[in-house]
């Protein structure tokens, strides 16, 4: 960035000094073109800057904001708290520790005349 503002003051000098120079010469046409390219760039400059800038104020603002937070919370503050993430009303179905122990019921076993136990 700091290539681009060089190069746009220097395009600005540039294109000020032509534009006086070339008053009442026959070519002045010539010079405003030139001029004209030259504003062209430094108005894309600009806009890309003010985009960047602005860009960087919305990180700010959040940054702020997260440390306002964090102030409020450690000064012991209430914290926005999240859901208690119940899913019934979602999906009715057991939790994983029911389902694991209705795998665990005995099983009935067929015993035979030549088991040894």
């Known amino acids: 960035m700091m290539v681009f503002s060089g190069l746009s003051a220097a ?6 000094i032509a534009l006086y120079a070339s008053l ?3 070519n002045a046409k010539v010079v405003m073109l030139g001029v004209a390219a030259f504003c062209s760039v430094i108005a ?8 960047m800038a602005y ?14 937070q964090r102030e409020k ?17 979602f999906i009715n179905v057991g939790s994983v520790t029911e389902n ?18």
């Open 55 to 68: 860009q960087l104020k919305q990180r700010f603002k959040s940054g702020r904001a997260e440390t306002k």
């Open 24 to 26: 009442g010469s026959p």
């Open 11 to 16: 395009f600005g000098l540039v294109s000020a």
């Open 73 to 89: 919370l450690d000064a012991g503050g209430a914290a926005a708290s999240i859901g208690s993430g119940a899913t019934t009303e």
């Open 100 to 117: 694991t122990t209705e795998l665990l019921d005995a099983v009935p076993r067929v015993r035979r005349a030549n088991d040894v136990r």
């Open 44 to 51: 894309v400059h600009q806009t890309v800057s003010f985009a």
